[in-house]
């Protein structure tokens, strides 16, 4: 067999793999990225994407391409539940940030607003700028064999269409092949958790159902209905196309139902929760899945890393999936990026699992706490499993009822939809992830939150935490702090008296061949501070400087000028990529 070297082999081309691939292709990194299938996603799956996943996407260029793909997130916000779509409506609330209590908390936090765009839409928007980067994307191409020793990991590959088998060799490899990752089984990577936690079907759909979406928009529609007690109700709506194409969730139980796959039982399920006989149904794929709480115990092993589904598999609650996929790569790439080119010691790899491990778990029981939370709520509605129709409805206008159990039962809907805000408004669980690792030069504990962690996200430049946004003026126009940070490189912030950062930066760059940006924001300067944001965001004196890493988080700060800025920045920088002195 024929065997073709690099230096980064990436298994898969869905959101984690295709950002890491991405990346590492803009640094000028060989990668190779290898997926069984023709192409990218072919159906919606993953839809939900949140403002981190967004600024990411603003990072490698393609902004603006997902926007033009995507339902805008303010038409993202109303979640609805209903009889059935052209039925009685039940319950409202706000989402994602769009409700007049949380607008302002999203629209402070980042420069992106978040959008539904489904998997089907954005992994194409990657893969071509993967492409226009220079990566090496092989579709049909399937993993068979993935093994490594002290200096390389070989892969064995078939190419789906010639047939051939050939070794790919490669000095570090990505696993970023979803839930059933060939490459965490072959290394043994260690997980824990439970899997078959649920059963559902994901029926992809077109409908012209704008007369009853319209005016009141949303990303969700959860249809509750007699006999259907499970916790996406009798079935759920996702948007892929307003307001004329869908994906229809349904949950059910596989011991005591079986869902008829055929187009005229699909059909007729969908007619059922949809509840207009006129409307026409095209039915367009139909997918079946598991629900899942599993995250991977360790993200490295040697020279092979986990990324995305591979590494936490769970229930699609809270929409994070694909979110910290992306993230994942974001976090893995400038790492590989600097040890590959030798401006790294192996040991900055290890905090790519101590700072996303932690996330990875986070993320995997935030969600299957929002299944519980979320499933509560048909239940209030009075329903139950193996009612009939008319059991169902006699309960339901119980709750309506002006009697004690109505009142009671509409109490009870009300503290479900507030303890929901934990499922469609958890900006800080969101946002809010701060890393603990040998990558982030701490100076103090972490900063206290002042507010629920996982409802708010609170700023702060305390190493370890995201550069806080705020906008800024430079050559006259409204920028983002975060638009000075990025692009594969460090960058240093510092404001007025600060200028010896500068030259710190220039020089300490040079000699570790690693560059690092410098800007001096403040008032009436390049970078104008001209709504005295940065100020109160930077918790550092004028004088002192804030050292972000290529993903936007801060790696150092200094609070002041200090004697030797030059050494100072020196220790820390080779502090976060783990070089000798």
Not at 28 to 55: L, S
Not at 221 to 238: C, E, H, M, N, S
């Amino acid at each position: 067999m024929r065997t073709v070297e690099t230096d980064v082999l990436v298994v898969g081309a869905g959101p984690a793999g295709l950002t890491t691939t991405a990346l590492l292709a803009r640094d000028g990194i060989p990668v190779i990225a290898v997926n069984k299938y023709p192409d990218c996603a072919h159906t919606p799956r993953a839809h939900i994407t949140n403002q981190r996943a967004m600024e990411v996407f603003r990072d490698l260029g393609v902004e603006e391409q997902v926007l033009a793909r995507a339902l805008p997130g303010d038409q993202m916000g109303h979640n609805v539940w209903a009889t059935s779509v052209a039925g009685r409506e039940l319950a409202r609330m706000y989402a994602w940030g769009s409700g007049p209590q949380r607008k302002g908390d999203y629209e402070n936090a980042s420069p992106c607003t978040m959008v539904n765009i489904g998997q089907h839409d954005l992994e194409p928007v990657l893969r071509d700028r993967a492409l226009e980067l220079g990566a090496d994307l092989r579709f049909n191409t399937e993993l068979v064999e993935i093994t490594q020793d002290e200096t390389a990991v070989t892969a064995t590959v078939l190419d789906r269409v010639t047939d051939e088998r050939y070794v790919i060799r490669a000095r570090y490899a990505v696993g970023a092949d979803g839930g059933r990752s060939l490459v965490a089984e072959s290394l043994g990577f260690p997980f824990e958790g439970e899997t078959g936690l649920g059963t559902a079907v994901n029926i992809w759909l077109e409908a012209d159902l704008e007369k009853y979406r319209a005016d009141r928009p949303g990303a969700l529609f959860l249809t509750i209905q007699p006999g259907r007690d499970f916790w996406l109700g009798a079935g759920t709506f996702i948007t892929v196309r307003p307001w004329n194409e869908w994906v229809l969730i349904v949950v059910y139980d596989p011991e005591k139902e079986t869902i008829d796959l055929t187009e005229e039982g699909l059909t007729a399920r969908a007619r059922k929760v949809i509840g207009d006989p006129d409307v026409p149904i095209r039915i367009k794929n139909v997918s079946q899945w598991q629900l899942n709480h599993v995250v991977a115990t360790r993200y490295r092993n040697g020279r092979v890393f986990l990324a995305g589904d591979a590494a936490h598999r769970h229930p699609p609650a809270n929409g994070l999936g694909s979110n910290t996929s992306v993230q994942d790569g974001y976090n893995l790439a400038w790492k590989l990026s600097h040890v590959v080119r030798g401006l790294a010691g192996d040991a900055l790899l290890d905090s790519y699992h101590d700072e996303r491990q932690p996330v990875g778990r986070q993320v995997v029981d935030r969600a299957l706490e929002s299944v519980g939370v979320f499933g509560r709520i048909p239940s209030i509605f009075g329903v139950e499993a193996g009612q009939s129709d008319e059991e169902g409805e006699a309960a339901l206008e119980r709750f309506f009822g002006d009697n004690d159990e109505g009142r009671d039962r509409r109490a009870k809907l009300q503290e479900a939809l507030e303890a929901n805000e934990f499922h469609f408004n958890a900006h800080g669980v969101e946002l809010g992830q701060r890393y603990s690792s040998t990558a982030a030069v701490p100076d103090g504990p972490m900063p206290e939150y002042t507010k629920d962690p996982q409802l708010y996200y609170q700023p702060t430049t305390w190493p370890g935490a995201y550069l806080p946004h705020v906008w800024v003026v430079r050559d006259g126009k409204r920028v983002s702090t975060l638009d000075l940070a990025g692009q594969g490189e460090f960058t240093l912030l510092t404001g007025i008296g600060g200028e010896e950062w500068a030259a710190a930066a220039a020089k300490v760059g040079d000699e570790l061949g690693v560059p690092i940006r410098a800007h001096l924001v403040g008032r009436g300067r390049d970078v104008d501070d001209a709504y005295a944001a940065w100020a109160g965001a930077r918790e550092v004196a004028e004088d002192g400087a804030v050292l972000v890493r290529p993903d936007r988080y801060v790696g150092w700060r200094a609070q002041t000028l200090g004697d030797d800025p030059t050494g100072d920045l020196r220790s820390a920088l080779r502090s976060i990529l783990s070089t000798k002195e």
